[in-house]
Each structure stands twice: as C-alpha cells, then as structure tokens.
C-alpha cells in the first residue's frame, strides 16, 4: 500500500475506539427511509436539475447520529445526518448531504485534519461541584457531567482547538448545544456547502441548501431525557401511520458572502428558494443492505448542479470513496472510475 493522502488520512483520524472499522468511522448509527420529492412550482425556473423538473422523483435517505460510536445513545447531544439519494433516470442518481450543525469545523482538508487530531476521543471526566463553582466565578463555563456510561468524549480536545482556532469556534459552540431530536424528522439539515446552480437561460447562481421539517423543530428535554434507544422505532412507528415531510430550502448567496468557506455562515437574511418537498413514507425492510452498506457521495452531482471551489466540498468526494471501500460498502458510485 503506498503512503495515504489526504482522504486516507482525514479517514483514519475520525475512528473511535469505540468505533467499528465495518461500520462508517463518523455517522455510524443510522435508518434508511424511502419516498419521494416533489418539485415546488418555481424550483424548475432556479436549476434544471432533473429532479426540479420532473414531477416525481423517488428517493431514499439515511438518518444518522453523527458520532463515531458504534453503539447507539440516541438521547445524546449530537450533531444528526440525513443524507438524501434522489433516484433519477435512467439509473442515473444524485446525493445531497445534510446535517444537523448548519456550519462547519474548519475551511479546508488540512485544517480539519488538524480539528479532528485535537478532538480525538479522551476520557471524560466531567468536573466536581467545586470545580464547577471555581470555574463559574471565572466566568468558565462548567463542564456539563458524562451522560451514564460515556467514558470517553471528543468535546475538551474540540473547545481546547477551538479556543486557538477561531474559524472552529461557531460549528464548536453550536455541536456542543445541538442537544437531542425527539425524532429524526423533527431536526433541519443543512448541506453546509455553497453549491452552483444553473437555471433555463443559462445563469449560474451560489447557493446553500436545507431541508426544513414540515412537522417542526423539536428537541427532548435535557432534565427528562427519554430511553437513551428510541429514533429508529420513533421513526418506523410514524412511517407506518402518516408520511414525514421535508421542504428543501435554497438560500442564494450574494457579492460579499463566502463561497468556498463552510464555516462562515451568510446572512439570515439573504433570499431563500422552496425548491420542493421530501415525503418519506417508509422503512426498507432490509436495512443491512439499504442503510449499513449504503455508500452516498457529496460528489455524486448532476448537470444544473455543480461543485463549489470550497476545497472541503473537493476532497469529500474521495474521503467517502475510501471510507466505504475500507468500510466494505456498497456500491460507491465513484469506485468504478
Ligand atoms: C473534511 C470534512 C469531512 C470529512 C473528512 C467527512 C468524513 C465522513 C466519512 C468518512 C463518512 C462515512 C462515509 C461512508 O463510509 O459512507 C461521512 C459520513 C457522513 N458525513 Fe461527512 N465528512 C466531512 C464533512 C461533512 C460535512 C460538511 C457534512 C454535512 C453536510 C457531513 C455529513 C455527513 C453525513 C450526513 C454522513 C452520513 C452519510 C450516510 O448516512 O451514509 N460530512 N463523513
């Protein structure tokens, strides 16, 4: 094997002790659901991507819980996935990724590569009450104390390189309040990236993606926390009577704002898109093959849709490529090439 490059590396960094090198190194809890997306009325005036255009385009998506961990701990603070599959034709697909934390770590491959050495998982100690007290008259925030069996934790090395890194500082502080989702279709996932998007006569226009939950943004609540294993019943539980429903948000970047940075947000109040809706209503049975040896690809991307420069955008194509050969998934859409 030659010497790894920066995909194998920035791979190899994020496996946990607790981890499971079959499994996915990050992202390593998660259910698929299946449904389809159905374009807004103006969305095919923005982007001439198929499925913009197309009535109906099925889809399949795979919840995650972001963390390493290959046990499950559900009612955790933890940044959540939803990771789409929009099935186009002929055989033709395309993914857009999502995540709960609507900024980034840090703005390119070397940088992360650097985030995630300092947050490797240490033991986690949390602090005594009289730290706690020391610490508050400082003007410190106290460390909230290990959830019940949590023995190691990435959180002291991320806000230890946060406070040397200030890029790291916004995804830092908003991954350390994400809290828990009282279900994987009561959360909004941002793709994080600025994406090109190309519309009928030919303009190109910056912009950044979310997915909204029709059903709301809801958390549990950290003093009554539910049975630490409950998003994947809650979510085959609500399939099976009601459909869950998605609105894919475009927000157009203007002069000023940062194309190529994912960890600089733009303003709040730079104009947003409907560009249609994700309806899921159902859970593929065989979830080892639909969800465990799933392989989506941020590359994975299709004409009216193109890749900004952002350099962590570039390399991802390759980290899931690597990831999942290594992982034995399949089928990665890139590993044929
Ligand atoms: C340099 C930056 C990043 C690295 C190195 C990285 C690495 C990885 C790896 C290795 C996987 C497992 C892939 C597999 O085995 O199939 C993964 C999955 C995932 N990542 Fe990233 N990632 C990065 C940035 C991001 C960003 C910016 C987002 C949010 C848009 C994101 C969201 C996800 C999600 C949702 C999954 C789970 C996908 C699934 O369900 O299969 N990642 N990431």
Known sequence: MGKPGMAEKLVDVLRRPDGDIN???VHTIGISATGYFEPSPIAANFCVAEHFSAARTNVIVRFSNGS???AVHDGWSDVRGLAVRFHLSPDRDTDLIAMTLPEFFAPTPEAFLD???AAKPKLYTGETPWQKIVNLL????????????ETISP???AIEFADHNPFAQLGVLQAATIGAPVSYVRAAYHAVHTFIVTDPDGMRRWVRFSWQPIAGVLRTDPAAPPEDD???DELKTRLASEPARFSLMMMIGEVGDDFNDSTRPWPPHRKRIMMGTLTLDAVPADQDAQSEKLSFNPGLLTDGIEASDD???Q???DVYKVSSTWRGGTPCPFSQE
Not at 138 to 149: A, F, G, H, S
């Open 311 to 313: 350099p962590v955008l």
């Open 155 to 157: 959180d002291d090395g």
């Open 230 to 232: 409950y998003l994947q």
């Open 138 to 149: 400082q003007l410190i925030l106290p460390k909230r104390d290990p959830y019940p069996n």
């Open 115 to 117: 985030f995630a050495h």
């Open 68 to 70: 390493g961990c290959a």
């Open 23 to 25: 499994r996915r190194p």
């Open 315 to 317: 390399i991802r194509t």
